[in-house]
């Protein structure tokens, strides 16, 4: 039974290593050739571009102005350790669904692939996908994004959702009922 425990748990690893190969692989190809800032207007009709920039911030471009010596600290070394704490949050608690270990994966991969380009890639992290906005929110196109980012976001959001429909295992299912005594 542990066995099966522990391989439902590290399953989920593999959409992981699939989310931050993927991405780095796209990514590496938009760099090799796509020029920065390149348009590529996928429809025809401006609603998804394919544009190669480069965000040396976090989402939305948060922390664009911070100085370089803190950028490091706050975009490499805090969501390493923010990563890993959940990571063993996520090891060693029995409250995710197999759904939600997958969307849990997702996340992490996502998390990891843009942490890889602010380590290997000084200009910083390539983003490359622009979806028109249509003023909503009062952005003619929504900030300028990569798989990672995507899967990050998608997968956050399931998590959140799922975590309000999701039932909790009854004690039943858990093995720890109580025998009712007569």
């Known amino acids: 039974m542990r066995d099966h425990a522990i391989k439902a748990k590290t399953l989920p690893f593999l959409l992981s290593v699939l989310i931050i190969l993927f991405d780095q692989l796209v990514k590496g190809f938009i760099v090799a050739h796509w020029s920065a800032n390149r348009i590529l207007d996928v429809f025809g009709n401006d609603l998804l571009w394919i544009i190669h920039v480069r965000n040396k911030a976090i989402?939305?471009?948060?922390?664009?102005?911070?100085?370089?010596?803190?950028?490091?600290?706050?975009?490499?070394?805090?969501?390493?350790?923010?990563?890993?704490?959940?990571?063993?949050?996520?090891?060693?608690?029995?409250?995710?669904?197999?759904?939600?270990?997958?969307?849990?994966?997702?996340?992490?991969?996502?998390?990891?692939?843009?942490?890889?380009?602010?380590?290997?890639?000084?200009?910083?992290?390539?983003?490359?996908?622009?979806?028109?906005?249509?003023?909503?929110?009062?952005?003619?196109?929504?900030?300028?994004?990569?798989?990672?980012?995507?899967s990050v976001v998608v997968c956050g959001l399931l998590l959140l959702l799922s975590s309000f429909v999701s039932s909790k295992p009854k004690p039943a299912e858990t093995g720890t009922a109580k025998r009712e005594v007569s």
Request: aromatic letters at 18%.
């Open 59 to 150: 989402a939305f471009s948060l922390g664009e102005n911070l100085p370089d010596s803190w950028r490091p600290l706050l975009f490499i070394v805090l969501p390493i350790v923010v990563l890993g704490a959940l990571v063993g949050y996520y090891l060693t608690s029995k409250e995710f669904s197999p759904f939600q270990r997958w969307l849990f994966a997702g996340i992490l991969g996502g998390g990891i692939g843009n942490i890889l380009d602010r380590i290997f890639r000084p200009e910083g992290v390539v983003d490359f996908i622009s979806v028109k906005f249509y003023g909503f929110l009062g952005m003619e196109r929504w900030p300028t994004f990569n798989i990672a980012d995507a």
